[in-house]
């Protein structure tokens, strides 16, 4: 049955062409909006995270340990830091001192330009910034003289970091040196000393919607002594929701309006098909056998049509990012994530046109072999093709183009 099937669709090769040209448009079209809409929403919040730091809130100033918040709120992870004063660079400028333990670096997504963080209480470094007046020359390994709290220490410098401060969000009340971030960052155990306040970088691993009300609430359960990270929300987070929105509509506009088109391509291959099925029928083929044959033939074009699709689905994806964002962010898991959920998407796409194909046959079923094998049931391929094919390109094109030319300004 399955040979009988391939020679059934090569005695109509314009047909299948047709058919599966179109069942592949439908398969990039999809899939190359999924990709692309999932590649730009990585690169946005792979960067509003690396500028603006992943965690969706502050809190500074409170008398709690990183045991007891996490105790007191199980949904977050949170990192430390205290801030122990502020110390003069130069006539105007202020550096903020204090210490930030390794999951709160990891969360500020925190980078080093040289060198390391302190570990040794004589140890400090330095966000690049601030490397100016009495600093500006202060190598890696060299040793200044500094006011730290109250105290005049001798420190060396071990690490400058790369600037990060001035672009993350700040508590309403912002005071230097009171309730903003480390400039000089030293170490734990020099920071003992001080005896000062924690403060927590924190963040929900929730929907975006979520997670700023969440957070929001943590803050004023504290009284307010901290901030929500509007910055990595609203340039960040929430463009990807909006992104992912719009994706997922487009998506579903190609699918519905592609199934009608597609189910016209299967109706009249199932009508130009009568008088082959009444052949069969004439010789004792039941309407079973019919239904395997046609299964096979769906198996047989979706697997045409998702190989055609492949070189189609990079071409498409590449004019969407071009036009749109024009920055992409691809990663092993985002590569794995994007192939296993598109395969998903074929999977059903696939089950969809198996049931166009098994309606339109069962249609047949109340014919008689007379009525199938009469000519009246023959249909002119050509005009056929020309309006189906015309009606089909002009929604696709259509969509294609307004998912390309939109986008989402910060």
């Known amino acids: 049955m399955f040979n009988l099937s391939i020679k059934v669709l090569l005695s109509r090769k314009k047909w299948l062409f047709l058919i599966a040209g179109s069942i592949a448009i439908v398969l990039s079209s999809v899939a190359s909006i999924f990709t692309a809409s999932a590649s730009v929403r990585s ?5 509003a995270q690396n500028t603006y730091g ?32 502020k110390t003069k660079v130069s006539n105007d400028i202020f550096a ?72 993350w969000s700040v508590t309403e009340g912002f005071e230097k040196g009171v309730n903003d971030f480390p400039n000089i960052f030293i170490s734990k155990q020099l920071a003992i000393e001080y005896k000062k306040n924690n403060s927590f970088l924190f963040k929900y691993n929730e929907s975006t919607k979520d997670s700023f009300e969440k957070s929001l609430n943590l803050i004023d359960y504290y009284d307010q002594q901290g901030t929500v990270n509007s910055r990595l929300f609203n340039n960040g987070l929430n463009r990807c929701d909006t992104i992912k929105f719009l994706s997922n509509i487009f998506q579903l506009l190609i699918v519905i309006l592609s199934l009608f088109s597609i189910n016209s ?19 004792g083929a039941s309407q079973r056998a019919l239904y395997r044959m046609y299964i096979y033939q769906a198996v047989i074009i979706f697997v045409l049509s998702a190989l055609i699709s492949i070189p189609i689905v990079f071409f498409i994806q590449s004019l969407i990012i071009h036009f749109s964002y024009r920055e992409n962010s691809t990663n092993f898991k985002l590569i794995i994530e994007m192939i296993g959920i598109s ?10 046109i198996l049931v166009l194909f098994l309606k339109n046959v069962k249609k ?18 050509n005009e056929r093709y020309k309006r189906v094919l015309k009606y089909f390109q002009s929604i696709h094109i259509k969509l294609l183009g307004a998912s390309a030319k939109i986008k989402i300004y910060p």
């Open 54 to 85: 992943e965690h969706t809130g502050v809190l500074t100033n409170i008398s709690e340990t990183k045991t007891s918040l996490l105790n007191k709120n199980k949904e977050i992870t949170a990192g430390v830091y205290q801030i122990i004063g």
């Open 343 to 352: 395969a998903l998407l074929y999977v059903v796409l696939f089950f969809m």
């Open 265 to 283: 391509l299967i109706l009249h291959f199932t009508r130009d098909q009568h008088k082959k099925m009444g052949i069969m029928r004439s010789v």
């Open 43 to 47: 690169a946005i919040k792979q960067k």
């Open 364 to 381: 047949t079923g109340s014919l008689h072999i007379k009525e199938l094998l009469s000519q009246q049931n023959s249909v002119n391929f």
């Open 96 to 167: 903020t001192v204090g210490w930030m333990d390794k999951k709160s670096i990891r969360l500020g997504h925190l980078r080093l330009i040289n060198g390391k963080f302190p570990d040794k209480p004589n140890e400090v470094a330095i966000e690049s910034a601030y490397l100016q007046g009495s600093l500006k020359n202060w190598k890696i390994n060299e040793n200044k003289s500094i006011k730290i709290g109250n105290k005049i220490k001798k420190m060396r410098l071990v690490g400058i970091v790369k600037n990060y401060s001035s672009q």
